[in-house]
């Protein structure tokens, strides 16, 4: 790693003056990319603004229909926690899926996030669950957050706060794990919440989308069987040593029937 | 049967150490003053090097030296020899092109060595390796092993035309065209043994250290076999007198093969630990690991198998080609021939056998012994041929094996390619096997699997391997630069304890707890008695280390001598003691005894006696200590049969290991509980190699794509099932202890295995490895794909 | 250079790091604790894992300012203070749950966690929950076992 210096701000404002005074100053959340980026000298930021000391950031509520899930909250602590498995048990299980067990426990929703890398699983479960990003600046909706591969709304210095999720009526997710990395090859949140049927791929191509065909088949309820005849082409996935695209259309079929019945429960 | 003797489950010695976090390993021992280096490599696969400039990074700060190979070349550092001459089909040598530890004229390889950086610690040293300007002149490279001699390929070394390491032959060909000739069916097929990065969890690492005041070194490194390494360095790198080099491998994390050989990093750090006089060390993280470990299997083969019209094998013809990367590392030449070739009987009848393997340079890390080396090759021609033979005959696969074992009583038994089985029961594996697997009720396994949608398939490995690596005259015969037998010092401690020297080196194989039993039951002293001391050229007569299954076989039964030795001086010391002739004195469990009376010493009495002579026989030294080198009269030949059962998902083409039948042969076990162990982890990279691990060079450029545990696939605890391990047991009839060896096992029968079974479950003849799940995927929708 | 300071093993330890100085580096360069290991540097492997404030992290992955103020626990503090093994260092041995011992540290030091957390896993959560420690020699097999064999003890 190059070195860098490293601040460790009490507060959001703390940390934007922060990162606003640096050269280029990058943010640490849970660091569970930054830090392999850095010991791989990928990167090379004067500072780091630290958010491991802003309680803030941390812990998730519930809050007129939404769970509110602070940016800096671990993944190990979505899954485990009692109000998101009771209320959106789908985002338990995929924060249950993410990485392995040590990741999980250092890796935050709002690095996750704003890093938007396109074999994510939290991509999917905003755009799937009509999800708000809070920032220190601003609310984006998930639709508008994800620009791109690794390319997200956030201005330059715009620090997320949290994620709000409104609270669906029912919802599933269906992952397809890379057997190396263990991110995802293609995941698939299917959601029926208070805006409609929602489906959002993530793995599959430069950044998350929403699956069209896939909502209106289920907009008359939730099966897998409903969805059984929508297929994807090919043409534009990504593809890898891994999985070709043509594979990965095959995977957001099944991966889709398979979250269609864990929504339906 | 003591519960801490032969055959006994004893719980190992060296885990306290490991499992409070005392193991000692290489990067956990620094020394005063010490700097670090960082290799500069090549980023290309295939390049020469026009000129390097040093200026900035020898300016930048922390930083002491800055090194290159013409530095090397200027203090006639040699290059790193291959210790094993193959010579080819005309009687020729091996083409052997220098291999500089430092890169001269040309860089070969992505990861290449090309300069190396020294300065006060490890973040200078990288930061000034970033400064060093090397002038590259891009080439085409070669990465695939088919392609390395299709004439267009750019040739990697002057002394090896069309990059052709050696054309090699075994057997007679003109015999088997006539058995061919005579077939009443042929099966073929092609096939690939997909490359293999070793992946010790353990990074290599060194640590050089030169004493201006004795001018001698010490070099720290995660050696399997630090007294080759020795005499690797001395002889034939450096030139120098072997009394001026100690090498300590201390706790190694690991090495499957990968730790066996001569590497350019420790080399330099022992060189340049001279020329700054300060330790210098370095330590691989895992990408440098992935680039520049040697390599494992990488062979392209076609395979032929004639027989008769009940499935009896007549003959076989195999052609491979095996890349050896860009240079010959120590061992690589001996990997796909002597350790491949003549393994291709397996264990069936097969009466004639022909062989050509042609080994060919590539811009791709060196290829070399990786846990099997060869054996694991071999297996998976012969098995993968039957299973489609028997396929192809309508025969059941377990039924074509049975019609073709060498039979019990056929032992010893001349295989056609030079190797003489000493013993063995084929027939008692498989019966056993077929039993714990419940061969009759897999069909019923087959449709439950059905109705829930998934294809279930079932497919067996009988494995033969040689090792117990090996009787010098053969293999000095056949090319070896070395001998290949074991040391064992035992030296009894005036009070009684017992300190063992053994050339043979543990990285994981538990030989502290297990030839503690041999010793401990030997001369019957209690095993907390025993103390094993490995890996310290400076305290342990010459060895030859760890590999080929060789530590039991081999270095157990030079422990064994040396404890005779013991036995028998002691018996003169007893004899006099008790005023007995020598021939009256009885050895049992530890206490010497006059026939008839009621006399007796124990052994550590004598001990102390021979420490402290006062009352002695006269013709007797004092003293309590013996050395024995034991060389083995031939291989040894454990064998089994592996069936492995799985369960795929025509969906996603997940293929899931639903069972694992191991049944094994090694001979007498000294600890089951160690054996065990061993057959699981072997099954594990058995597995991995075939669903799971692949190396992948980009085909044009060189690079290596799977750089990194991101898209280097290892096997981890959820890709597993539980195991079930069997054992049956004939005896090794030419050494002491009658054992066989273990480690490499799981690795060379589980591959075969496990295609097999995916293949059967497929309903398909062939498929190359890892079954990746798109790769399997499009095999059980091929069908179907192709009707729409 | 900013000073971190924090509880290892019980004792608390100060020491001054640059911004970049990983946990790791810190235990094992500056604490002399080398029973933590390095193995990968993609933060796959798992042979650095320690506990953080009662959780298991990678320690490769992890500043040692990020865990200033923080309870540190590695496999050197795992035994009790009079030697005697904590009961998964224990099974590990009863079931030979290690063969080279590089990645035994993070490997213990990941199931006592998973234990906190699931005092009573069956098989397939064992091997789940390992997804984030490689080990090369034992095919998991006696780890598994192992475990399985720890949660029963110390659930008593």
């Known amino acids: 790693m190059y070195n860098f210096n490293h601040h460790r701000p009490g507060s959001v404002d703390a940390a934007a003056a922060a990162l606003s005074s640096a050269d280029d100053g990058k943010i640490l959340a849970g660091g569970m990319t930054l830090l392999p980026t850095l010991k791989q000298r990928l990167a090379n930021p004067s500072d780091l603004v630290d958010l491991g000391g802003i309680a803030d950031l941390k812990g998730i509520r519930e809050d007129g229909g939404s769970l509110i899930v602070g940016a800096m909250t671990t993944h190990a602590a979505v899954a485990d926690d009692a109000t998101v498995k009771a209320k959106i048990p789908a985002l338990a299980a995929l924060a249950e899926g993410i990485g392995d067990a040590q990741v999980r426990n250092c890796g935050t929703i709002g690095g996750s996030v704003a890093n938007n890398d396109p074999a994510a699983d939290y991509p999917a479960a905003l755009v799937g669950l009509d999800a708000t990003v809070h920032t220190n600046k601003r609310q984006i909706a998930a639709d508008d957050f994800f620009t791109g591969m690794f390319e997200t709304a956030l201005d330059e210095g715009e620090i997320i706060t949290a994620v709000a999720f409104p609270i669906p009526e029912k919802a599933g997710y269906a992952k397809f794990a890379n057997p190396a990395s263990r991110y995802a090859i293609v995941g698939v949140m299917v959601a029926k919440g208070p805006a409609g049927t929602r489906v959002a791929v993530t793995g599959a191509g430069p950044s998350v989308f929403r699956l069209g065909d896939a909502e209106s088949a289920l907009s008359g309820g939730i099966s897998a069987d409903a969805v059984s005849g929508v297929s994807v082409a090919a043409d534009g996935l990504n593809s890898d040593l891994h999985a070709s695209s043509e594979y990965r259309a095959n995977l957001v079929s099944v991966m889709l029937r398979r979250a269609a019945a864990a929504a339906a429960g | ?788 | 250079m900013p000073t971190v300071s924090m509880t290892v093993n019980g004792r608390a330890v100060t020491g001054d790091v640059e911004g970049r100085t990983l946990l790791v580096q810190f235990l094992r360069e500056q604490l002399a604790l080398t029973g933590t290991h390095i193995g990968c540097d993609t933060s796959q492997c798992g042979a650095c894992v320690v506990h953080v404030d009662g959780q298991s992290v990678k320690s490769c992955t992890l500043l040692a300012l990020q865990a200033d103020g923080s309870e540190v626990t590695t496999i050197e503090g795992l035994a009790a203070s009079n030697g005697d093994l904590h009961p998964m260092q224990e099974a590990f041995r009863e079931h030979h749950g290690l063969q080279c011992g590089f990645c035994t540290p993070g490997m213990v030091m990941s199931a006592v966690d998973l234990l906190n957390k699931n005092p009573n896993p069956d098989e397939g959560e064992i091997r789940e929950w390992l997804e984030g420690n490689i080990c090369r020699c034992t095919g998991y097999h006696n780890i598994v076992k192992a475990i399985q064999s720890a949660a029963e003890n110390m659930r008593g």
């Open chain 2, 1 to 788: 049967m003591p519960d801490t003797g032969i055959g006994a489950s004893v719980k190992r010695k060296e885990d306290f150490r490991f499992l409070t976090g005392q193991g000692r390993y290489t990067d956990d021992i620094n020394r005063p003053g010490q700097l670090h280096a960082y290799f500069v490599r090549s980023p290309h696969a295939h390049a020469t090097i026009k000129g390097v400039n040093k200026t900035a990074a020898e300016a930048a700060e922390g930083v002491v030296a800055v090194f290159t190979g013409a530095d090397m070349a200027a203090d006639n550092v040699g290059s790193l020899p291959c210790g094993w001459v193959v010579n080819d089909r005309h009687g020729d040598p091996h083409k052997a092109p220098p291999h500089f530890p430092l890169a001269r004229d040309k860089a070969r390889y992505v990861g290449d060595h090309v300069a190396v950086v020294i300065a006060k610690t490890y973040d200078a040293a990288r930061n000034a390796g970033e400064l060093v300007e090397v002038d590259y002149g891009e080439l085409p490279a070669v990465a695939e092993t088919g392609k390395a001699q299709d004439g267009s390929a750019q040739q990697l070394h002057d002394e090896a035309p069309n990059n052709l390491c050696y054309d090699w032959v075994l057997g007679d060909e003109a015999e088997a065209d006539a058995a061919f000739a005579k077939a009443h069916h042929i099966t073929k097929i092609d096939l690939i043994n997909n490359r293999l990065i070793p992946n010790a969890m353990e990074p290599r690492a060194a640590l050089g250290e030169y004493d201006g005041g004795t001018d001698s070194f010490t070099l720290y490194s995660t050696s399997q076999n630090p007294h080759l390494l020795k005499l690797i360095l001395c002889a034939f790198v450096f030139g120098m007198n072997e009394n001026k080099l100690r090498v300590i491998a201390p706790d190694v994390g690991g090495g499957f093969g990968s730790k066996i050989f001569c590497y350019a990093e420790e080399t330099v750090c022992m060189w340049a630990s001279k020329k700054v006089r300060a330790p210098v060390k370095w330590t691989a993280d895992r990408s440098e690991s992935f680039t520049s470990d040697a390599h494992g299997r990488d062979h392209v083969t076609h395979a032929e198998l004639a027989m008769d019209e009940n499935g009896k094998f007549l003959g076989m013809k195999v052609d491979t080609t095996a890349n050896m990367g860009a240079y010959l590392s120590s061992f690589s030449t001996s990997v796909p021939t002597y350790l491949y070739a003549t393994l291709l009987a397996g264990q069936y009848t097969t009466p004639v056998i022909f062989a050509n393997v042609k080994a060919v340079f590539t811009n791709t890390a060196p290829v070399d012994a990786y846990r099997g080396a060869g054996r694991p090759e071999a297996t998976y021609v012969v098995e993968r041929l039957v299973e489609v033979a028997a396929r192809e005959m309508g025969i059941d696969p377990a039924e074509i094996r049975r019609r073709n074992f060498i039979q019990p009583d056929q032992f010893p038994y001349q295989t056609p390619v030079a190797l003489q089985y000493d013993i063995g029961d084929y027939e008692a594996s498989m019966s056993k096997a077929l039993e714990m697997i419940d061969y009759d009720g897999f069909a019923a396994r087959r449709s439950a699997s059905e109705a829930k949608g998934k294809l279930r398939g079932i497919g067996f490995s009988s494995y033969i391997e040689a090792c117990g690596i090996a009787p010098s005259a053969v293999v000095g015969s056949l090319g070896a630069g070395v001998g290949l037998w074991e040391s064992a010092q035992v030296r009894f401690n005036a009070t009684g304890s017992v300190s063992v020297f053994t050339g043979s080196h543990s990285h994981g194989q538990g030989h502290e707890t297990t030839f503690s039993q041999l010793v401990a039951e030997t001369l019957g002293i209690p095993i907390e008695n025993v103390e094993i001391v490995h890996g310290d050229t400076g305290s342990i007569p010459m060895g030859m280390g760890t590999y080929g299954s060789r530590s039991l076989a081999v270095g157990g039964s030079a422990i064994s001598r040396a404890c005779d030795k013991i036995i028998e001086k002691s018996r003169k010391i007893a004899a006099h003691l008790m005023e007995a002739s020598v021939e009256d004195v009885e050895f049992d469990a530890g206490t010497f005894r006059v026939a008839g009376t009621d006399k007796e010493k124990s052994i550590a009495e004598i001990a102390f006696t021979a420490y402290v002579p006062h009352n002695y026989p006269e013709d007797v030294e004092p003293g309590l200590d013996e050395t024995a080198f034991y060389d083995p009269l031939n291989f040894t030949y454990p064998a089994g049969l592996h069936i492995c059962e799985v369960e795929i998902d025509p969906a996603t083409g997940v293929t899931e290991i639903v069972d694992w039948v191991a049944v094994d042969d090694f001979g007498k076990v000294i600890n089951p509980m160690v054996v065990e162990g061993q057959v699981h982890g072997g099954i594990a990279q058995g597995v991995g190699q075939a669903l799971l691990e692949n190396c992948v060079y980009d085909k044009d450029s060189g690079q290596l794509l799977t750089g990194s545990y991101m898209d280097y696939c290892m096997p981890r605890a959820d890709d597993l099932p539980s195991f079930r391990v069997g054992l049956t047991e004939t005896a090794c009839t030419h050494n002491p202890l009658g054992v066989k060896g273990c480690g490499e096992a799981g690795a060379i029968a589980a591959p075969a295995a496990t295609i097999n079974a995916i293949t059967n479950a497929l309903g398909i003849l062939s498929m190359d490895m890892p079954a990746s799940p798109e790769k399997v995927w499009r095999l059980a929708n091929e069908p179907k794909m192709a009707a729409e």
